[in-house]
């Protein structure tokens, strides 16, 4: 913390001690002293820090520095190391996709933040050796190949110091670094904005470490627009009942593979769940009654890391509930229909010795390659041609969207829906925008009739419905 509540006292003279001349000095409520040799070495010291107190400068409760000498001692720390360290601070913490984030995002900025461009090795070699090994602690230890050794060594030569970030032109040198790819193209907005979250988090652990003159996070300094980015379900998208009931019978007629994936598939519609949900499904989970409606009790997923990105450096990572405690819940009930499908799947396929409902062969975690491969089938049966160039039901994903705009379209409050899905209310408003629209229709509509029924053909003293005069 930085303040100007700052007093300097004349110095003290201990003949006893080694070096007898010491110079006090509060900063708030902390005391600060140091000693010296000679009293010229003092003289010197007191006058410094009365110097920076006549400037006007801050000093640092902590430290007991003026903001001054912050700046001179911190200015040798560059990007490249400030990084790295953010990255080792965090890196036990961080599930594996968060950690793959980070790198990707750091691993975009760090290139625009150079001194110069001369010697600079190309682009994807830079890109390699940030994202996969500079940002990935995992692999700190092993032996770098020498072209990701060049580059690494290149970037720490050239890599600007973090207080150059207090220069707006600097900021946004990272910023335009983030709202692009790696091929020129503009980044998506949702993308972009990841990024830029990234960002802000490594700034404002450099003015926690009083990196900058003043403890102000200099990215809130710079106004920023993002790409845009279509957040909103398009409807175009979305699968009504009947066509969702065409393509999972599609699905199942593919064999043995399809089959065991209808009830993949109707997990993302029925229960609109995460493919990352439906993935790491467990028998336990399953609430099946004979008759009437069954519930699901979910308790996360398992994700997709990659290797190298895990602590035990396999591909997939259990994770609890997306934006939930660790050991949070979601219990989601499941129609009548559903539940026989998910009887009919465990009597047929029973599940994996950890209780998974939905496997491989070989009894491993299903990969989104393999059930893309079986839905995009099913889309060019169950669907027309022209539906198949459409944006129709294109993605799994699309299922989870099509079950969520079904319950609204259906009445269901708001509020439940976003329960059932694992949405705040404020993300499902904002991402069925247009679908809300189309019930709100819906719903004038049958306002609209219920009036004709109470008034006849008259609907006020008025006039007739539908009378502007």
Request: glycine share 8%; with cysteine; net charge positive.
């Amino acid at each position: 913390m930085l303040t100007y509540d700052v007093r300097v006292y004349s110095i003290e003279t201990r003949p006893d001690r080694p070096k007898p001349y010491r110079v006090r000095w509060l900063v708030g409520p902390q005391k600060h002293s140091k000693s010296y040799t000679l009293k010229a070495q003092a003289d010197g010291r007191r006058s410094e820090l009365m110097a920076s107190l006549r400037k006007g400068d801050q000093f640092d409760v902590e430290t007991g520095l003026p903001t001054s000498e912050l700046r001179a001692l911190h200015g040798s720390v560059t990007w490249y190391e400030h990084t790295r360290s953010y990255i080792d601070r965090r890196w036990d913490r961080l599930p594996a996709k968060s950690r793959r984030n980070d790198a990707d995002a750091l691993a975009t900025i760090t290139p625009a933040l150079v001194k110069t461009t001369v010697g600079r090795p190309p682009a994807r070699a830079l890109r390699t050796a940030l994202y996969g090994w500079a940002y990935n602690k995992s692999r700190w230890d092993q032996e770098h190949p020498t072209e990701v050794a060049d580059a690494l060594r290149w970037v720490e030569k050239n890599s600007v110091p973090v207080s150059a970030l207090e220069d707006p032109g600097t900021i946004r040198l990272a910023l335009d670094a983030l709202s692009t790819l790696l091929d020129g193209s503009p980044a998506a907005g949702r993308t972009a904005n990841r990024k830029r979250a990234c960002l802000s988090d490594v700034l404002g652990l450099a003015v926690e470490r009083r990196y900058f003159s003043v403890p102000v996070n200099p990215l809130t300094t710079v106004k920023w627009t993002p790409p845009k980015s279509a957040e909103e379900v398009d409807p175009a998208s979305v699968a009504n009942p009947r066509q969702v009931q065409k393509l999972l019978e599609a699905v199942r007629a593919q064999g043995d593979r399809g089959a065991h994936l209808e009830a993949f598939f109707g997990c993302l519609y029925y229960a609109a769940m995460r493919p990352a949900e439906a993935v790491g499904l467990t028998a336990s989970q399953c609430h099946l009654p004979k008759h009437g409606w069954g519930r699901l009790t979910l308790r996360g997923g398992i994700v997709h890391a990659g290797h190298g990105w895990t602590d035990d450096d396999r591909a997939h990572q259990h994770r609890h509930l997306k934006a939930r405690a660790a050991r949070d819940s979601r219990v989601v009930p499941i129609p009548p229909h559903f539940v026989a499908m998910l009887r009919w799947h465990l009597a047929r396929f029973g599940a994996a010795p950890d209780g998974r409902l939905f496997r491989t062969s070989r009894g491993g975690v299903i990969q989104d390659t393999g059930y893309g491969e079986v839905w995009a089938e099913a889309r060019s049966t169950a669907l027309s041609p022209i539906e198949v160039a459409s944006p129709l039901a294109r993605r799994p994903y699309d299922l989870r969207c099509a079950g969520v705009s079904f319950w609204l379209f259906s009445g269901v409050d708001p509020m439940e829906v976003a329960r059932r899905a694992g949405h705040s209310v404020a993300v499902l408003l904002r991402v069925y925008a247009k679908v809300l629209a189309q019930a709100q229709e819906r719903a004038n509509r049958q306002i609209e009739a219920g009036l004709r029924e109470w008034h006849g053909s008259d609907s006020s003293p008025g006039g007739r419905l539908g009378d502007t005069r």
